[in-house]
């Protein structure tokens, strides 16, 4: 167990419609990393915060958009989803800015039908 | 486009044989190489991690080779063990943001 968790496990909605997946870091950690999983692409970085501010963008669409809150939870919201968003999506923290070392949550599993 | 290549997809080994994964990258602003290692319906876990001005590192069972010059790194996974089985991935780490490598399927037969 990595001490990363990530609500809910599975996810299941219509083409259109908007999620939110929900990640808590570690206990200590300030950096929080969001990566999408999927069979053609594999694992891509998305976006990165620390400590309540964006830090680095990946391959992060613009119907996607992601935040960290006070208490450094995270929270990745995808909108106007397409069958190609269904993918696992992972949650990833570490002690802080400048750290390499990132522990992964269990990942959310979305499909979009 | 994928920063890390990685082979084979996938490699069937028996009991106490070496798996051998490899991964390549073109961009030398790389600094940080770790293998992460998934089973299925987890998240990957990171095993073992290199940095460039180091040729070989173990931990346990676990060995990363770096080649420097040839911008390639592996991984050998010694006296292979069914429980070894898993899902293994290459990354290089780059302003800390991870590029993976396309991941490498390995079965341990008893």
């Known amino acids: 167990d990595s001490g990363v968790t990530q609500t809910p496990k599975h996810l299941i909605t219509a083409t259109g419609q908007r999620v939110t997946l929900r990640c808590s870091p570690r206990?200590?950690?300030?950096?929080v990393y969001w990566y999408q999983q999927s069979l053609d692409q594999g694992l891509q970085f998305l976006i990165q915060?620390?400590?309540?501010?964006?830090?680095a963008k990946g391959n992060i669409l613009e119907r996607f958009s992601a935040q960290q809150f006070p208490d450094l939870h995270s929270e990745l919201n995808l909108s106007s989803l397409e069958l190609g968003d269904s993918a696992l999506y992972f949650c990833?923290?570490?002690?802080?800015?400048?750290?390499?070392?990132?522990?992964f949550g269990p990942g959310t599993r979305l499909t979009v039908l | 486009q994928q920063q890390v290549k990685q082979s084979p997809q996938s490699l069937i080994v028996q009991k106490g044989g070496i798996p051998i994964i490899n991964c390549a990258y073109e961009?030398?602003?790389?600094?940080?190489f770790p293998w992460y290692q998934q089973f299925p319906g987890k998240g990957p876990a990171l095993l073992i991690a290199?940095?460039?001005?180091?040729s070989e590192k173990k931990e346990g069972r676990f060995t990363i080779s770096f080649n420097k010059s040839a911008k390639q790194f592996s991984l050998h996974i010694m006296d292979s063990q069914p429980g070894d089985s898993a899902t293994y991935f290459c990354?290089?780490?780059?302003?800390?943001?991870?590029?993976f490598g396309a991941g490498t399927t390995v079965t341990v037969r008893a």
């Open positions: 990833a923290s570490s002690v802080g800015l400048l750290t390499d070392t990132q522990y």
């Open positions: 290199i940095r460039p001005d180091v």
């Open positions: 990354a290089a780490s780059n302003d800390y943001k991870l590029s």
């Open positions: 915060y620390y400590n309540g501010e964006e830090r």
């Open positions: 961009n030398t602003a790389f600094d940080y």
């Open positions: 206990s200590g950690d300030l950096s």
